[in-house]
T-cell receptor, first 111, second 116 residues
Framework: QKEVEQDPGPLSVPEGAIVSLNCTYS??????FMWYRQYSRKGPELLMY????GNKEDGRFTAQVDKSSKYISLFIRDSQPSDSATYLC???????????FGKGTRLSVIA | EAGVVQSPRYKIIEKKQPVAFWCNPI?????LYWYRQNLGQGPELLIR????????DSQLPKDRFSAERLKGVDSTLKIQPAELGDSAVYLC??????????????FGPGTRLLVL
């Protein structure tokens, strides 16, 4: 079993839809949870970062962590065509350990 | 502020040939990472530098891969000889001096390698 599992999609939604992206992980020692967005032929860029369980909101984006279930989510409200990208979850144990990435979910928002 | 710079952006080589990738991190960022991203996969760490010291190279295939960061600034990743399975995007990332939990890793655009 991989440390981080993420459904690769692809996921196609109409503009304005609410998008839910999810990852599960296996190691309960992971403490830091991130979501990266990667446009085609670009490097990943950090969208959201959360520590421990709970929700974090930033504009149209909400990151949610449930450590008891080892489940992390990213919600995108009022999705826009510019949100079309690959979304990668990434988790980390501590500051000096490497990021472990999911496979990424390819999202297309259709106008 | 300039981002992480990588070159070349694309490289096509024949198998068994050598290839090198260059990365210049964001100014002042002491921690530098090299990742490999296979098609349809997330990035996987190859090596991490703190200044000029390689502090985590456990995932670097040392029989054919080498890396250096001589002056603790820019870095070079080399493959010799390249194999078909090395076709991937090679990403460089950097973080500020006090690398710690949750520090944003700033990624470059990557070098897309195709081995024929």
């Amino acid at each position: 079993q991989k440390e981080v599992e993420q459904d690769p999609g692809p996921l196609s939604v109409p503009e304005g839809a609410i998008v839910s992206l999810n990852c599960t992980y296996s190691n309960s020692a992971f403490q830091y949870f991130m979501w990266y967005r990667q446009y085609s032929r670009k490097g990943p860029e950090l969208l959201m970062y959360t520590y421990s369980s709970g929700n974090k909101e930033d504009g149209r984006f909400t990151a949610q962590v449930d450590k008891s279930s080892k489940y992390i989510s990213l919600f995108i409200r009022d999705s826009q065509p510019s949100d079309s990208a690959t979304y990668l979850c990434a988790i980390m144990n501590s500051g000096n350990t490497p990021l472990v990435f999911g496979k990424g979910t390819r999202l297309s928002v259709i106008a | 502020e300039a981002g992480v710079v990588q070159s070349p952006r694309y490289k096509i080589i024949e198998k068994k040939q050598p290839v090198a990738f260059w990365c210049n991190p964001i100014s002042g960022h002491n921690t530098l990472y090299w990742y490999r991203q296979n098609l349809g996969q997330g990035p996987e760490l190859l090596i991490r530098y703190e200044n000029e010291e390689a502090v985590d190279d456990s995932q670097l295939p040392k029989d054919r891969f080498s890396a250096e960061r001589l002056k603790g600034v820019d870095s070079t990743l080399k493959i010799q000889p390249a194999e078909l399975g090395d076709s991937a995007v090679y990403l460089c990332a950097s973080t500020p001096a006090q690398s710690g939990a949750g520090e944003t890793q700033y990624f470059g655009p990557g070098t897309r390698l195709l081995v024929l």
